[in-house]
């Protein structure tokens, strides 16, 4: 019985999030309402890349480029075959994790700044093509999607995708992860394939950046090359280093108040890269492992009995 | 007097490796039988480290073969040589520092876990069967070593002595046919030397697993091992029982000598 716990928060969590969107919502600020729906995909993007930055210690910086596979490969289908987009939203982020497949493959075999640089490489290619690909609506941008996203669809998917994340980590290969961030060569010793382990957390984290990519599409009707910049990837990592590498509560807190301070206070909105270099500076000076650090919200408050750990 | 090559668990044949200009190791000839208790000593540089990164398969050897359980290791990756029963500390101890004391061990008992990752995501039967396995052998193994009043406690805040017996527990956790200790007595006052190699012996026969031992420190190896290879500049010197290797001019000349050089 202890073990349905998790699941029975999950349902409750949905359930309320559907009640919400019908007796709430409706009468609520469109503008803040709008704000809460970006920061549930910053938190699938961000969840994502936790995984891969954080608990695995993969630095990549193309986050953003998983994001825009999902989000065309979404868009296109639901576009061109009238597919329901919530089914082409998860057909999305399988696209997405498929290019992780094909980017981490090669790349993870290898180490540290070589990671960085190939799939910093990855997010500019995937414009350039997106850009030159008149089926994908080229630089214009692919417009008349359907308009599907609503808050309760978003937080759906952000629950569904916390527990996966967080299952993911409380399991043998999540354990295999953090060996493979800790000393590699110490993980391989145990006759673990850290290739294999790396690419897996790749794969996942690309799947649920498609996820969100999806999202951005069908919540605002059209999808642009420029939302998928590089920029966005750093914007992702400096969520999850403020948040605290080895934590996922962290960056998802981090996630959230970087997504909601720039919409709230607008004139912030044009300086936000030279916000994230001050407070990546300032984190580190005071901080250094980040918010939480590799600790957990659940382990700050008492309610660690009954979410257990990794909430 | 040399066993038959069909009952060799491992064997090195004629290992070499070179390094730019440096041979670090030359024309090196091991065999281990199954059960065996064997050391390999030799002053620092002798090239130790190096024979079990050749084992080990973080180098290749330039010449030579090894084989292991009668096929060769030649060329095979490091997490695959592992797989094939083959466990290892680190001199430099290489622990997940940002685990627990636990999870450390935990994490090398991931090939006995019977599930897939799909069923630890949906959190089926099997996940939290092989999790309550798991966490009841890692609870013993560090039981076994002394470990389970820390269990809890990040890896990098045991003292070094206890650093040292958990990567020996991790390594055994993989379950290996043949484990290689680089130097576990390393830094540790002569009484903790002498409890970690009674612990290492008592290893070898509970655990039924053969042991290849780095020390440099003479006395501490000549009272468990049952045979000695002892290296200098990379090529074996002697080999023999701790008598054997004890009165054995070259060995006296090579190693004393460097010890003799250290004190004074
Ligand atoms: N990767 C390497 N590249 C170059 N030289 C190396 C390398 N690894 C070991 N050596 C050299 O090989 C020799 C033997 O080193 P090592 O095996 O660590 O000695 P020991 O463990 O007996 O103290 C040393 O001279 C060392 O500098
Ligand atoms: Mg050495």
Redesign the pocket.
């Known amino acids: 019985m202890k073990h349905a716990a998790v699941y029975l928060v999950a349902a409750v969590l949905i359930a309320a999030i559907w009640a919400l969107d019908a007796w709430v919502i409706p009468y609520s600020d469109f503008y803040i309402t709008n704000i809460v729906i970006k920061i549930g995909y910053n938190l699938l993007a961000v969840m994502g890349l936790a995984l891969v930055l954080g608990f695995t210690g993969q630095f990549s910086l193309g986050h953003a480029g998983f994001m825009a596979v999902g989000a065309y490969a979404a868009g296109a289908l639901a576009l061109h075959t009238g597919l329901p987009p919530m089914l082409t939203t998860a057909i999305g982020g399988l696209a997405a994790a498929l290019a992780g497949l094909v980017v981490g493959l090669p790349s993870l075999r290898l180490t540290g700044d070589y990671l960085a640089v190939v799939t910093l490489g990855f997010n500019g290619i995937i414009i350039v093509i997106i850009q030159n690909t008149p089926f994908l609506g080229g630089a214009q941008g692919l417009i008349g999607l359907p308009l599907a996203t609503t808050f309760a669809t978003t937080w759906t998917w952000v629950v569904i995708g916390g527990l996966f994340i967080r299952n993911v980590l409380n399991s043998p290969t999540g354990r295999v992860l953090r060996a493979v961030r800790d000393n590699e060569i110490a993980t391989r010793s145990l006759g673990i394939n850290t290739t294999h382990a790396k690419v897996v957390a790749f794969v996942i984290g690309a799947f649920w950046a498609g996820v969100a990519g999806a999202l951005i599409g069908f919540l605002n009707s059209s999808l642009f090359p420029a939302q998928f910049q590089y920029d966005r990837s750093i914007e992702l990592v400096a969520m999850v280093v403020l948040g605290g590498t080895g934590s996922l509560s962290g960056p998802l807190i981090a996630g959230a108040a970087l997504t909601a301070l720039p919409e709230l206070l607008r004139p912030i909105a044009e300086y936000r890269m030279v916000l994230y270099s001050v407070l990546l500076i300032v984190m580190m000076l005071v901080r250094p492992t980040g918010l939480l650090g590799s600790r957990e919200l659940s382990d700050l408050v008492p309610w660690r009995r009954w979410f257990g750990r990794a909430v | 007097m040399d066993a038959p090559s069909d009952s060799r668990l491992l064997d090195l044949q004629r290992v070499g490796?070179r390094?730019?200009g440096?041979r670090?190791?030359s024309d090196l000839e091991i065999k281990l039988v199954p059960g065996c208790l064997h050391g390999l000593i030799?002053?620092?540089?002798?090239?130790?480290?190096?024979?079990?990164?050749l084992i080990t398969g973080i180098?290749r050897p330039t010449e030579g073969d090894i084989h292991f359980d009668g096929t060769s290791l030649v060329g095979e990756a490091p997490d695959r040589i592992a797989k094939r029963g083959i466990g290892r500390t680190f001199?430099n101890i290489r622990l997940f520092a940002g685990m627990s004391v636990i999870e450390n061990v935990k994490v090398a008992m991931y090939r006995h876990a019977a599930g897939s990752l799909w069923e630890s995501v949906l959190r089926m039967p099997r996940y939290w069967r092989d999790e309550a396995t798991i966490h009841r052998e890692a609870t013993q193994l560090l039981d076994t070593f002394g470990l389970l009043s820390v269990a809890d406690l990040g890896a990098e805040q045991l003292p070094y002595g206890a650093r040292r017996r958990l990567e020996i527990a991790r390594a055994l956790a993989t379950r290996p046919k043949l484990l290689l200790l680089?130097?576990p007595a390393a830094g540790m006052n002569p009484s903790e030397a002498h409890d970690l190699m009674n612990l290492v012996r008592w290893v070898r026969d509970s655990f039924g697993v053969s042991i290849l031992l780095?020390e440099?420190h003479m006395p501490v190896v000549m009272g468990i091992c049952e045979r000695i290879t002892v290296?200098d500049q990379?090529a074996s010197i002697a080999e023999g029982s701790p008598r054997e290797i004890q009165n054995d001019p070259l060995v006296i000349e090579a190693y004393l000598g460097a010890d003799v050089e250290a004190r004074g």
């Open positions: 490796i390094f730019g440096l670090a190791v030799g002053p620092n540089g002798a090239g130790k480290t190096t024979v079990f990164n180098y001199q680089d130097e780095i440099h290296l990379g």
